[in-house]
Nanobody, 123 residues
């Protein structure tokens, strides 16, 4: 099992910056991709950014050039640096971790989610 805890949400003015952190504990060696999703008020949860064990990154078009995801695999932590924030970035941000494929196939392990952290960007 893996537990994910997020830190760093809050209220910021448009144009400002925030840095989110997510600390994984438990069977962290079972994790492959880690990332961040967000759920704006009244909308579906959507991918913000992800990063593989090898360091390959993927970003939603809406955050490219503004957000940067990074990872410290040694201590199971993933970060999201958010710059030039916009009111439309307001959402609950969730940390996500996917188990390695062979573990998922062998054990049926599902993805892991944090409890979420609120990010509010005022105009």
């Amino acid at each position: 099992q893996v537990q994910l805890v997020e830190f760093g949400g809050g209220l910021v003015q448009a144009g400002g910056s925030l840095r989110l952190s997510c600390a994984a504990s438990g069977s962290t060696s079972s994790i492959n991709t880690m990332g961040w999703y967000r759920q704006p008020p009244g909308k579906q949860r959507e991918l913000v950014a992800s990063i593989t064990l090898g360091g390959n990154t993927n970003y939603a078009d809406s955050v490219k050039g503004r957000f940067t995801i990074s990872r410290d695999s040694a201590n199971g932590t993933v970060y999201l640096q958010m710059n030039s924030l916009k009111p439309e970035d307001t959402a609950v941000y969730y940390c996500h971790a996917a188990p390695k494929n062979w573990i998922r196939l062998a054990t049926g392990t599902s993805d892991y989610w944090g409890q979420g952290t609120q990010v509010t960007v005022s105009s």
